[in-house]
């Protein structure tokens, strides 16, 4: 579950947000002046997003590589022309 609290609130309940976030499973996403800017999530799914943020990374550098030769006015094209087709359903 993901609770929300304000940054005040945060510090003032810091433990017992630490035991929700590790006995429980959950998440906090932590706001100040009503705007999300942090958020306490388990370490396990924390090493997890680490992992999905390096996978990904090494995804982007690849496919820059691949498309380093194509002009950017040529490859935008291709991406306008692709997204076209996925909304006509093709």
């Known amino acids: 579950m993901i609770n929300e609290t304000s940054a005040v609130a945060f510090r003032q309940n810091l433990g017992e947000m630490l035991n929700q976030v590790q006995y429980r499973h959950d998440s906090i996403l932590i706001n100040k002046d ?13 090493a997890r997003i680490r992992r999905m943020q390096a996978r990904f990374d090494s995804l982007a ?6 498309f380093a030769a194509t002009p950017e006015a040529g490859g935008l094209a291709e991406i306008d022309t692709a997204v076209a087709d996925a909304r ?3």
């Not at 009503?34 to 924390?46: I, N, R, S, T």
């Not at 550098?61 to 691949?66: I, L, N, T």
Request: aromatic share 4%; no cysteine.
């Open 61 to 66: 550098q690849r496919v820059e590589a691949g």
């Open 88 to 90: 006509a359903g093709r």
């Open 34 to 46: 009503g705007k999300p800017v942090a958020a306490l999530v388990d370490a396990q799914l924390f």
